[in-house]
């Protein structure tokens, strides 16, 4: 046995790496498309079951479980290996998406997507904890880069698609494309896949699991509901964020005295892991602010069609994997944080052409803004995957990576909320000051007027000029939050040490 499987845990000379890779690849494009083939198909899904009110849930309960789970899943495949949580993981991931197809209410559809979540917590974490595994840091820096280009790939591919199979086929397929690719992925891994685990009962710390899912999902639940459905000093949410703060001073209380925790606290106490998982926050809050509220500019402001919004969104798409595989090589030549700081340096460059962004620069400057910043993405994730899977040994290289998708995700939801919340009271305090004396009636809910051309038209000149000066000033405060949002990446990462050593620490007998 070599001295990289003692390092991993992975017996080389049984598992085909290649192979192994490949069905890692295809499930991490399973769960990558998802996102992004749906959105096509969602207009054809609520012609068809109705429940427009449900709209956003179809993709808030996927992205809930996601979040709520993979904590848990990271800290399961150090204890029971990868192959077991990865199976399963996908597994579930198939069952949800064999009953979205069959869903014939959206009430249903959401519990469905519900199980699909529950899948997904597993599928991106343990996928990219196994490719940590089985290559060494120099390789493991170049094959991290090449997985990035996967969401690339499907942010293009996704759109074009979902589109093609609700045109010739039916919206289920959408779902049910997922069936070949995840069976696939489970054979791969099933056949090719071989880990040596210590065999010794392990004990599974089922309290701090629970009052992390108690945590995570009570925060997650009030940032997805918090002003839009239910306002924000409304009992049901300060319920909801008092069980968040609750249940995470138990958690930590709980930690401290598990003999094996679900998050062990002292991986945080790595310079390393904690600054790049608090500047995973502020990128995945960025990601959020620039795909979300983009389009909306590009169709409602410059009155572009959505063909031309999707291409200034698609930039990034291409940027991040270009990004991502220079960083791979990038990586071992000159270090971690200067590749990272590289990428900080791209995301403040990217975020300043939006700050200035304005509807006579049209479309072309908003995509090389994306551009930019998805060079900054692709820069600054790969690099922090692949230093904090090179800090720690095999027993706790899954809740690691875990840790590092989590603060992602969870900064999505939180830049949801912040950005979100800057829109709307920006716009509504500029209908309030400048549309008095020509449109009693405007509020925020006019701005939907702007993104349909037929009934943008038969607006009067000077509502159509409120409207649009409206969504462009309160847009302008968006993008300077994500001005800051950018800079505190920056400094984050400027942070980071100079060099750190790959932990060696066997994970075997």
Same mark, same amino acid.
């Given at each position: 046995?070599?001295?990289?499987?003692?390092?991993?845990?992975?017996?080389?000379?049984?598992?085909?790496?290649?192979?192994?890779?490949?069905?890692?690849?295809?499930?991490?494009?399973?769960?990558?498309?998802?996102?992004?083939?749906?959105?096509?198909?969602?207009?054809?899904?609520?012609?068809?079951?109705?429940?427009?009110?449900?709209?956003?849930?179809?993709?808030?309960?996927?992205?809930?479980?996601?979040?709520?789970?993979?904590?848990?899943?990271?800290?399961?495949?150090?204890?029971?290996?990868?192959?077991?949580?990865?199976?399963?993981?996908?597994?579930?991931?198939?069952?949800?998406?064999?009953?979205?197809?069959?869903?014939?209410?959206?009430?249903?559809?959401?519990?469905?997507?519900?199980?699909?979540?529950?899948?997904?917590?597993?599928?991106?974490?343990?996928?990219?904890?196994?490719?940590?595994?089985?290559?060494?840091?120099?390789?493991?820096?170049?094959?991290?880069?090449?997985?990035?280009?996967?969401?690339?790939?499907?942010?293009?591919?996704?759109?074009?698609?979902?589109?093609?199979?609700?045109?010739?086929?039916?919206?289920?397929?959408?779902?049910?494309?997922?069936?070949?690719?995840?069976?696939?992925?489970?054979?791969?891994?099933?056949?090719?896949?071989?880990?040596?685990?210590?065999?010794?009962?392990?004990?599974?710390?089922?309290?701090?699991?629970?009052?992390?899912?108690?945590?995570?999902?009570?925060?997650?639940?009030?940032?997805?509901?918090?002003?839009?459905?239910?306002?924000?000093?409304?009992?049901?949410?300060?319920?909801?964020?008092?069980?968040?703060?609750?249940?995470?001073?138990?958690?930590?209380?709980?930690?401290?005295?598990?003999?094996?925790?679900?998050?062990?606290?002292?991986?945080?106490?790595?310079?390393?892991?904690?600054?790049?998982?608090?500047?995973?926050? /502020?990128? &995945?809050? +960025?990601?959020? =602010? *620039?795909? !979300? $509220?983009?389009?909306?500019?590009?169709? %409602?402001?410059?009155?572009?069609?959505?063909?031309?919004?999707?291409?200034?969104?698609?930039?990034?798409?291409?940027?991040?994997?270009?990004?991502?595989?220079?960083?791979?090589?990038?990586?071992?030549?000159?270090?971690?944080?200067?590749?990272?700081?590289?990428?900080?340096?791209?995301?403040?460059?990217?975020?300043?052409?939006?700050?200035?962004?304005?509807? /006579?620069? &049209?479309? +072309?400057?908003? =995509? *090389?803004? !994306? $551009?930019?910043?998805?060079?900054?993405? %692709?820069?600054?994730?790969?690099?922090?995957?692949?230093?904090?899977?090179?800090?720690?040994?095999?027993?706790?290289?899954?809740?690691?990576?875990?840790?590092?998708?989590?603060?992602?995700?969870?900064?999505?939801?939180?830049?949801?909320?912040?950005?979100?919340?800057?829109?709307?009271?920006?716009?509504?305090?500029?209908?309030?000051?400048?549309?008095?004396?020509?449109?009693?009636?405007?509020?925020?809910?006019?701005?939907?007027?702007?993104?349909?051309?037929?009934?943008?038209?038969?607006?009067?000149?000077?509502?159509?000029?409120?409207?649009?000066?409206?969504?462009?000033?309160?847009?302008?405060?968006?993008?300077?939050?994500?001005?800051?949002?950018?800079?505190?990446?920056?400094?984050?990462?400027?942070?980071?040490?100079?060099?750190?050593?790959?932990?060696?620490?066997?994970?075997?007998?």
């Amino acid at each position: 046995m070599t001295k990289e499987d003692i390092i991993t845990g992975i017996k080389e000379r049984e598992t085909n790496r290649p192979l192994v890779l490949a069905a890692v690849i295809l499930a991490m494009f399973m769960a990558a498309i998802e996102g992004t083939i749906i959105s096509t198909a969602m207009p054809s899904i609520v012609a068809d079951l109705g429940g427009f009110k449900l709209y956003s849930w179809v993709f808030s309960s996927y992205l809930l479980m996601q979040a709520v789970t993979i904590l848990i899943y990271g800290k399961l495949s150090d204890l029971f290996g990868r192959k077991p949580v990865f199976t399963f993981g996908v597994g579930m991931f198939l069952i949800g998406s064999l009953l979205c197809g069959l869903a014939e209410t959206m009430e249903l559809l959401i519990i469905f997507r519900l199980i699909q979540g529950l899948g997904a917590g597993a599928v991106m974490p343990i996928a990219t904890t196994i490719v940590g595994d089985m290559y060494t840091m120099e390789e493991r820096a170049k094959i991290q880069g090449y997985l990035a280009s996967v969401w690339g790939i499907s942010a293009v591919v996704g759109p074009a698609l979902g589109g093609f199979i609700v045109l010739y086929w039916d919206w289920s397929w959408v779902f049910w494309l997922n069936l070949p690719l995840g069976v696939l992925a489970i054979v791969g891994t099933y056949l090719f896949l071989h880990e040596d685990i210590e065999k010794k009962k392990p004990q599974i710390d089922y309290i701090g699991a629970l009052l992390i899912f108690l945590a995570v999902s009570s925060l997650m639940v009030a940032l997805i509901q918090g002003g839009v459905t239910l306002p924000w000093d409304s009992w049901q949410i300060l319920l909801l964020l008092s069980t968040c703060v609750v249940s995470f001073i138990l958690f930590i209380w709980q930690e401290k005295r598990a003999a094996e925790p679900t998050m062990p606290l002292h991986i945080w106490n790595n310079r390393l892991i904690t600054l790049a998982n608090l500047a995973s926050l /502020t990128t &995945g809050a +960025i990601l959020f =602010g *620039i795909s !979300s $509220f983009l389009p909306a500019y590009v169709q %409602g402001v410059m009155e572009e069609s959505p063909l031309v919004a999707g291409f200034t969104l698609t930039t990034m798409s291409i940027g991040w994997p270009i990004a991502s595989t220079l960083a791979g090589r990038l990586i071992i030549k000159v270090g971690f944080r200067t590749v990272a700081l590289g990428g900080g340096i791209a995301l403040v460059l990217g975020s300043l052409f939006f700050v200035t962004l304005d509807p /006579t620069k &049209g479309p +072309i400057w908003a =995509g *090389i803004g !994306s $551009f930019i910043i998805g060079i900054g993405m %692709g820069l600054s994730t790969t690099t922090f995957i692949v230093a904090i899977q090179s800090s720690v040994d095999w027993k706790t290289r899954g809740i690691a990576t875990a840790s590092n998708m989590f603060m992602r995700i969870l900064g999505s939801a939180v830049g949801a909320t912040l950005l979100g919340g800057i829109l709307n009271n920006q716009l509504q305090s500029y209908l309030n000051k400048h549309g008095a004396g020509v449109d009693e009636s405007l509020s925020i809910e006019a701005a939907n007027i702007l993104l349909d051309e037929s009934q943008r038209e038969k607006l009067a000149p000077d509502t159509l000029e409120v409207l649009q000066d409206g969504l462009t000033f309160s847009l302008e405060s968006v993008y300077l939050g994500v001005c800051v949002l950018a800079v505190t990446s920056f400094l984050l990462i400027a942070f980071l040490p100079k060099k750190e050593k790959e932990n060696e620490q066997s994970s075997i007998q």
